[in-house]
T-cell receptor
Framework: DTGVSQDPRHKITKRGQNVTFRCDPISEHNRLYWYRQTLGQGPEFLTYFQNEAQLEKSRLLSDRFSAERPKGSFSTLEIQRTEQGDSAMYLC??????????FGSGTQLSVL | AQKITQTQPGMFVQEKEAVTLDCTYDTSDPSYGLFWYKQPSSGEMIFLIYQGSYDQQNATEGRYSLNFQKARKSANLVISASQLGDSAMYFCAMRAGGTSYGKLTFGQGTILTVHP
């Protein structure tokens, strides 16, 4: 059990570019979540997968955002045509059927 | 809609002393779960403690205990015997009863600084 892994840890991009983040959950966890955290705030829920099915998307997830979990293992979060307001920490978490969420260390996105 | 309020932007405590971090919540669901997470400067969110709305006793996990007062809608975190490594941001969060998975609503957090 190596914990939840996220890659990259930091990403700097120019406005208008596309970026993709990867999350590798704990191997036996079938539930996977993406959260977004802006400076000085608590994390906000973005989306939830159970196995490969995306079961809920927050209204925060605009059409420029897409998340996938193709084989029910790792997940990717893509942001198209990035805007400065997308600058944030993107956190991935996983869980089994219990209450406890295990979070990764996040990907810090800076849009210039 | 659910709401979590943490009114203490920052707290200071002397090493080995106890400290209480405040959290109030608002929900109309009769069933819900309350959580505390720690976020050190590395960014990772670390689970500390969980309390279910129907749990009769306050949750405890080692040096952490949750002072659950349902009528007042408060779920304060008590850290006993503070250590220098406890210095971090602390978030209170709630899972609403309408979901059976980890869709959490977080508060704004409290920065805890432990002085030697």
């Amino acid at each position: 059990d190596t914990g939840v892994s996220q890659d990259p840890r930091h990403k700097i991009t120019k406005r208008g570019q596309n970026v993709t983040f990867r999350c590798d959950p704990i191997s036996e966890h079938n539930r996977l979540y993406w959260y977004r955290q802006t400076l000085g705030q608590g994390p906000e829920f973005l989306t939830y997968f159970q196995n490969e099915a995306q079961l809920e998307k927050s209204r925060l997830l605009s059409d420029r955002f897409s998340a996938e979990r193709p084989k029910g293992s790792f997940s990717t979060l893509e942001i198209q045509r990035t805007e400065q307001g997308d600058s944030a920490m993107y956190l991935c978490a996983s869980s089994s059927h219990g209450e406890k969420l295990f979070f990764g260390s996040g990907t810090q996105l800076s849009v210039l | 809609a659910q709401k979590i309020t943490q009114t203490q932007p920052g707290m200071f405590v002397q090493e080995k002393e106890a400290v209480t971090l405040d959290c109030t919540y608002d929900t109309s669901d009769p069933s819900y779960g309350l959580f505390w997470y720690k976020q050190p400067s590395s960014g990772e969110m670390i689970f500390l403690i969980y309390q279910g709305s129907y749990d009769q006793q306050n949750a405890t996990e080692g040096r952490y205990s949750l002072n659950f007062q349902k009528a007042r809608k408060s779920a304060n975190l008590v850290i006993s015997a503070s250590q220098l490594g406890d210095s971090a941001m602390y978030f209170c969060a709630m899972r609403a009863g309408g979901t059976s998975y980890g869709k959490l609503t977080f508060g704004q957090g409290t920065i805890l600084t432990v002085h030697p």
